[in-house]
């Protein structure tokens, strides 16, 4: 029996899947992510269904998709939509990004957001759990293959949100316009005020013109070490 719990006083119910915890880098993406104007979104790589929920919650005209590969956290994800009653607001399918174009037809969504593996293959000891190393390791699938499945799941005009780490970035933005989506828009996640950026949130759009503009930096904590005032924000704790 999956164990749910409130994201915040009066937010969604939610259960975690054992490979996939709900972490920062998905709660802050989905705050970063504009769906106005969006009515139908994908997440590609969905685990549990977190970013689906958050984006539900914050947006009642959007229906949501999710696609994982994994099939407990994808039963998972239908069960967090259910326990909410958002049946009809979402769709979860096990499937694999690389074959996006077996699942759906080109253009189908306005938006797509996604959470990657943030490490490329060769660069370190992945764990020998397959799931936890696909959480974190590109074995399933590579940021050119998300590039690409989400640049023909958009519609000329739509939009894509990525959280990475920042010495992805210059790789992220010259991946994103090979596919044909032009970075739009950057904002970079900081520990503290002065310290090097831990990570990248990024917003492209399908067969956008060049021009990128660069937000205040998220600053995670004060300097005594609490919790900034955006991130209470963000987290509901205001």
């Known amino acids: 029996m999956s164990e749910f719990n409130q994201l915040w006083p009066g937010g969604p119910l939610f259960a975690q899947a054992e490979h996939f915890k709900l972490g ?4 802050l993406l989905a705050d970063f992510v504009n769906t106005a104007g969006s009515r139908h979104g994908i997440d590609l790589g969905c685990a549990s269904g977190a970013i689906a929920l958050l984006l539900l919650a914050k947006s009642p005209k959007l229906h949501m998709t999710g696609l994982e590969i994994n ?4 039963s998972l994800a239908v069960e967090n939509m259910e326990i909410n009653s958002l049946g009809d607001k979402s769709r979860i399918i096990c499937g694999d990004i690389r074959r996006s174009r077996e699942l759906f037809k080109t253009g189908q ?6 959470n990657p593996p943030y490490f490329p293959l060769g660069s370190g000891k992945l764990s020998p ?9 590109e074995t399933d699938c590579s940021l050119n293959d998300i590039c690409t499945a989400a640049s023909y799941l958009l519609h000329t005009g739509g939009s894509f949100f990525m959280v990475h780490k920042p010495e992805r970035l210059a790789e992220a933005f010259c991946t994103m316009s090979q596919a044909g989506i032009e970075p739009k828009r950057l904002r970079l996640v900081c520990h503290r005020e002065g310290s090097a950026p831990n990570l990248v949130l990024i917003e492209g759009r399908r067969g956008g013109r060049p021009g ?3 937000e205040p930096s998220l600053i995670l904590s004060e300097a005594d070490g609490s919790e900034s005032l955006e991130v209470r924000e963000i987290y509901h704790r205001i």
């Open 24 to 27: 920062t880098d998905c709660v």
């Open 71 to 74: 099939p407990a956290a994808a």
């Open 109 to 114: 969504f306005d938006l797509v957001v996604t």
């Open 129 to 137: 759990d397959k799931a936890r190393a696909a959480a974190r390791g």
């Open 212 to 214: 990128l503009k660069i």
